[in-house]
């Protein structure tokens, strides 16, 4: 017997199990069905002129792959190429990891885990999927490849990308799947995913058992779910010997992943990069924005052709910046075309396809050349690769997550990018030419004052959701578990407490039932914990809508040019007792408009959001009857009057019942325990002083604000959570000696005062009866 028939004789056995062939799904069934004794098939069943005829799992060359890539027909979807898809195969030959890919095929054929570290740009997050994808033929398997990605953004962009590359339609046989949104069909054997929906995936799969390979990508991004799964995937692969690994990573520190990964081989694709002029200012920027609108002019006007990335740290800055650079560009008349564009998580995705058009032609044959203005956050840094740039314009900036365990508090700040970070930065003006770099600090300031590294996210986060699913995945002993950085002791300690309080863990640290259903919501503890109680309350429905509502970026459009008319659209839906309810009153009113485009255009509601909210929804509605949690509401016109308020407020501490702060005698508030002084953020609609409140988020910015925030009563947050309001752990304020009396008249018999609500509640009844 030769070597050949040998192998195939040993794989007889299991490609009988193989009813289907998945490659053939474009012919009628009885082609597709298997026969290995079939002497005209290889040993899937493949027709011997099928492009993948002479593929063997795990053993295929780069030859083998390149000459299917570039035969007629697509052999997963059996129909012919485009002319786009060759057009795009010749753009992707030239990527440098393309001259690797043999190299690439030998290390993950003969090692389980691989390490590849590469320039951006070079073809990692695009090309290394597709490699193993033709390896591993996933689908024979019934299996897929995932790509994770930090940033949804990212998962879609590249997914959409991936799917034009291969010439299949995006969502079949190249999917992506991130929170509230999964693009991904039956059909699909290629899928880019978020890290934390991998993690959310492994709760219920603890071996990953529908993968076959999986690619953490942007490793060096450090995120807290990343850092998870890798701690999981060096589990996995002890009792999963078929699962190849391969983490991926833009920066050079690859030694510390090989050594976390037990020595694992490495793989280095050098980049193609051009020099890059660095630029500081001489001295420090007293207003970043403007200098680094001033400098993209600058730029414009006097610099060669070459299109400009300028980095900014979130949505409203850089639709603020688009918005000025327009109108000065539009000012110049000696100066070429000027296209702007923002990139942000929260774009609309075709919005945001348009960083990768051309720049637009000179308006006259000998004018000045056209240039793009691409204005992103962090997302450009190493995510998305977008080709010709020269100039690159960094403030130093970007926003990012700061965890204070002490305090309790979580929250976004504008922070100082590290050094690693300016270099990559950087690196984006040099990737076709070479470029110029203008940093807007002060060379001292990049030398003396920017960390090496920026912290892994794990450091800076609040724990509870990840410890949940942690306890969900039967990892008890968290101090043992294999962390890359292990996060600090008291971080930890505050993870647990949280989720005591919040009865997902008894008091050893174990998982409850409670805790192990809201585990299974794709939300924060806190939120969960709300709608598991809801019903209780009577208002799962309306608490729905609240959760789907806080899951959706901002409901509200408030224009520069029209902040009074959309102050004056926003004040038909408030609510007198808080944010929580005007949500819910806008909501109602999207959907009694029928849920009507034009309605939102003309009350200054963003229509994506509240699209969205809608589809989060009934997602959580899925999550809500799979986990037999009642769907109620309680009648509007139910008395006392404003009840149905009343409930919805009541369920809402029963989850948020540690994010209160409680209005001190000179009328500022504190948080309760932590006696962190707040404001209310100057978009709340609270009309009234309202002495206890719960909210949301923390905004940390030269102040201390709370955003998002409805009044409650100082009973119902005793009622929530008896074990976080024992006060004798409560440090002295006003607040603490308002429920030490009400706790004494509780032990007298005496019922809650009433007295002064009443009257609050009459004077508001009038506004409450909008829904
Ligand atoms: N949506 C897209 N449209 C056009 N080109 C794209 C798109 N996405 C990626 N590319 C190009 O693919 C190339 C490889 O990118 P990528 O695989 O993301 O590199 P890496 O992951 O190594 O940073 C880049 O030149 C990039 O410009
Ligand atoms: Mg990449």
Not at 433 to 439: A, N, T, Y
Not at 557 to 583: C, I, N, W, Y
Not at 651 to 671: I, P, W
Request: neutral net charge; charged residues 30%.
């Amino acid at each position: 017997m030769s070597d050949r028939s040998q192998k195939r004789a040993k794989t007889d056995k299991s490609t009988s199990e193989v009813q289907e062939n998945p490659y053939l799904a474009h012919l009628p069934r009885s082609e597709r069905l298997v026969n290995p004794s079939n002497g005209g098939t290889n040993v899937y069943g493949l027709p011997a002129d099928h492009p993948l005829a002479n593929f063997e799992i795990g053993k295929t060359t780069a030859e083998q792959a390149e000459k299917a890539e570039e035969g007629d027909i697509n052999p997963f979807t059996g129909k012919d190429f485009s002319g786009r898809y060759k057009k795009i195969l010749t753009g992707r030959r030239k990527l440098p990891v393309n001259k690797h890919r043999k190299e690439f095929l030998d290390l993950v054929q003969n090692n389980q885990v691989v390490i590849l570290v590469g320039e951006t740009g070079s073809g990692k997050t695009t090309q290394i999927p597709q490699f193993l994808v033709f390896d591993e033929l996933p689908a024979f398997k019934g299996k897929k490849v995932a790509c994770t990605q930090p940033r949804r953004l990212a998962a879609m962009s590249v997914a959409q990308r991936v799917a034009e590359e291969m010439d299949v339609v995006l969502g079949e046989e190249v999917g992506y799947n991130i929170r509230f949104e999964d693009c991904t069909s039956d059909k699909t054997f290629l899928q880019y995913m978020t890290d934390g929906m991998l993690l959310r995936e492994a709760m219920n799969d603890p071996l990953l058992s529908r993968y076959s390979a999986i690619i953490l990508d942007e490793a060096h991004d450090r995120t807290l779910s990343t850092d998870i799964l890798m701690g999981l995937m060096k589990e996995i692969i002890r009792k999963r010997a078929d699962l190849k690994v391969v983490v991926m990573s833009a920066t050079l520190d690859a030694g510390k992943f090989q050594k976390y990964f037990d020595d694992a081989p490495l793989m280095n694709v050098p980049g193609r990069t051009f020099p890059v002029e660095i630029y500081y200012t001489p001295e420090p920027e007293a207003d970043y924005l403007e200098a680094a609108i001033f400098t993209a002019l600058q730029i414009h006007r006097s610099e060669d052709a070459g299109d400009i990335l300028l980095f900014l740290t979130g949505e409203e800055e850089i639709e603020d910046a688009c918005r000025k650079i327009k109108a000065e560009a539009d000012q110049m008349p000696d100066a070429g075309p000027l296209k702007v564009l923002p990139l942000y998580s929260t774009l609309p995705p075709q919005a945001q396809k348009r960083i990768y058009e051309e720049a637009p032609p000179a308006k006259t044959p000998n004018g000045r050349p056209g240039r793009k203005i691409v204005v992103s956050t962090n997302i450009a840094e190493t995510s998305l690769t977008i080709d010709g740039i020269v100039y690159v314009i960094d403030p130093g900036f970007s926003k990012q997550k700061v965890y204070n365990p002490r305090i309790r508090v979580e929250s976004l700040l504008v922070s100082p990018i590290s050094k690693a970070s300016a270099q990559q930065r950087s690196g984006r003006a040099g990737r076709t030419r070479p470029g110029k770099c203008f940093r807007l600090y002060t060379e001292n300031a990049f030398m003396k004052e920017l960390i090496e590294t920026t912290y892994p996210e794990i450091l800076r986060s609040n724990l509870g959701t990840v410890v949940l699913q942690l306890k969900k995945l039967g990892i008890d002993d968290l101090v043992h578990f294999d962390f890359m950085d292990p996060p600090a002791p008291e971080t930890l300690m505050r993870a647990l407490e949280l989720l005591n309080y919040l009865g997902a863990l008894d008091d050893d640290g174990n998982l409850t039932p409670l805790g192990s259903t809201m585990a299974d919501f794709p939300v924060d503890p806190q939120m969960a914990k709300m709608l598991i109680e809801s019903p209780r309350y009577g208002c799962s429905n309306e608490i729905l809508s609240i959760v789907a509502l806080l899951n959706v970026p901002l409901v509200f459009v408030r224009p520069p040019s029209e902040r009074k008319a959309a102050d004056e659209a926003k004040a038909q839906f408030e609510h007198p007792d808080g944010d929580h309810l005007t949500l819910l009153n806008v909501y109602h009113a999207y959907k009694t408009a029928g849920a009507d485009q034009k309605w939102c255009y003309d009350n200054y509601c963003n229509f994506r959001s509240l699209k969205s909210a809608d589809n989060v929804r009934s997602q959580l509605k899925r999550y809500m009857e799979r986990a037999d949690l009642d769907l109620v509401s309680m009648p509007f016109d139910e008395k006392p009057r404003g009840a149905y308020y009343t409930a919805i407020r009541q369920a809402l501490t029963s989850g948020f019942f540690m994010q209160v702060a409680h209005q001190e005698r000179g009328g500022s508030y504190l948080t309760v325990k932590d006696n962190q002084v707040v404001r209310l953020h100057p978009s709340s609609c609270l009309d009234h002083v309202a002495e206890w409140v719960v909210y949301n988020e923390f905004v940390l910015t030269n102040q201390n604000f709370i955003r998002t925030v409805t009044e409650v009563r100082a009973e119902w947050l005793l009622d929530a959570a008896p074990g976080y309001y024992d006060l004798s752990t409560f440090p002295n304020c006003e607040g603490k000696r308002v429920l030490e009396k009400l706790i004494e008249r509780r032990k007298r018999g005496g019922s809650d005062d009433r007295r002064d609500r009443d009257r609050k509640d009459k004077g508001r009844d009038s506004k409450r009866s909008r829904r």
